[in-house]
């Protein structure tokens, strides 16, 4: 009975020298599968290079909400929104609109569902304090999940917050954000460890990893580009206090 590894990274948005630390330390440990839950692009200045990376080092990415809504956006958006936008290549835009929006796998016995923000859609927000019935809502089938067995695990990204709760028998997990974390300001992502494939009780594992990087190469990068709204993009990579919640 062989255990496998598996890293499951989410919210990269835009920042490439988070996720290469990330995946370097994916690396250092000998992890050959990598999930993504999305949310590659926005907020940070190279969505280009981030989905490419991706595209490249992730067996499996989800589409996240920004990944579907800012390949759509009009002329008339928001000045950010179009330097997002159009700092992706037109076979960008594609790939992200056609990635799925879940993903199933059946590890040491436990049917693990993993997602960007909720069974229902990746644009539906189910924050780390959440109610019984959006508890119960993360394990159902739904048109976006389709009608596999129900899980019994479910991974999520999109809030930027890590967090692990077991309910009857039931457990959801956040595996937080290498590229904007709102937790703490230290990128994050989550390892599995099991028996692939394996329907019967077997060894398991889920580990919250913290890789350190460089937030001020980063933020260089964004000033050099002209990204829009830096300021509060720094602060938020520096500090991890959401911008609407900064003082002005």
Same mark, same amino acid.
């Given at each position: 009975?062989?255990?496998?590894r #598996?890293?499951?990274i ?5 920042n490439? !020298? ?5 995946l370097?330390?994916?690396?250092s =440990?000998? #992890? ?11 907020? +940070? %200045?190279?969505?280009?290079?981030v ?6 080092a992730c ?6 909400n920004w ?15 179009? /330097? /997002?936008?159009?700092e ?9 609109? +056609?990635?799925p ?10 049917? #693990? =569902?993993?997602?960007?923000a909720s069974?229902?859609? %990746? ?5 780390? =304090? ?10 159902r089938?739904?048109?976006? !999940?389709g009608? @596999?067995?129900?899980?019994s695990?479910v991974g999520?990204?999109?809030?930027h917050?890590?967090?692990?709760q077991v ?11 290498? +590229?904007?974390?709102?937790?703490e %300001?230290?990128p994050g992502?989550v #390892? ?10 077997a ?7 913290r ?13 050099r580009?002209?990204?829009?709204e830096?300021?509060?993009y720094a !602060?938020?990579?520096?500090?991890a206090?959401?911008? @609407?919640?900064?003082?002005?």
């Amino acid at each position: 009975m062989s255990l496998e590894r #598996i890293a499951l990274i989410s919210d990269v948005h835009g920042n490439l !020298t988070a996720l290469d630390a990330v995946l370097h330390d994916i690396a250092s =440990r000998g #992890i050959d599968q990598i999930i993504n839950l999305g949310d590659f692009v926005g907020k +940070g %200045p190279q969505g280009s290079a981030v989905v490419d990376r991706c595209n490249d080092a992730c067996d499996v990415n989800i589409r996240g909400n920004w990944d579907d809504f800012l390949p759509t956006i009009g002329d008339d958006a928001s000045s950010g929104m179009l /330097w /997002w936008r159009d700092e992706l290549r037109p076979d960008q835009h594609e790939w992200l609109r +056609g990635l799925p929006l879940s993903h199933d796998l059946l590890l040491s016995g436990r049917h #693990i =569902r993993l997602f960007h923000a909720s069974a229902t859609s %990746p644009h539906v927000r189910v924050r780390a =304090r959440h109610t019984a019935e959006e508890f119960d809502g993360m394990f159902r089938n739904t048109p976006m !999940t389709g009608d @596999g067995t129900p899980p019994s695990m479910v991974g999520y990204g999109d809030i930027h917050e890590s967090f692990l709760q077991v309910n009857r028998g039931r457990t959801l997990f956040n595996v937080g954000s290498v +590229g904007n974390p709102l937790d703490e %300001p230290v990128p994050g992502y989550v #390892i599995l460890e099991g028996v692939v494939g394996e329907p019967g009780p077997a060894p398991f594992g889920l580990q919250f990893v913290r890789v350190p990087y460089d937030a001020e190469a980063e933020i260089a990068v964004a000033a050099r580009l002209g990204m829009p709204e830096l300021a509060p993009y720094a !602060t938020e990579l520096r500090t991890a206090v959401y911008r @609407g919640l900064q003082t002005p």
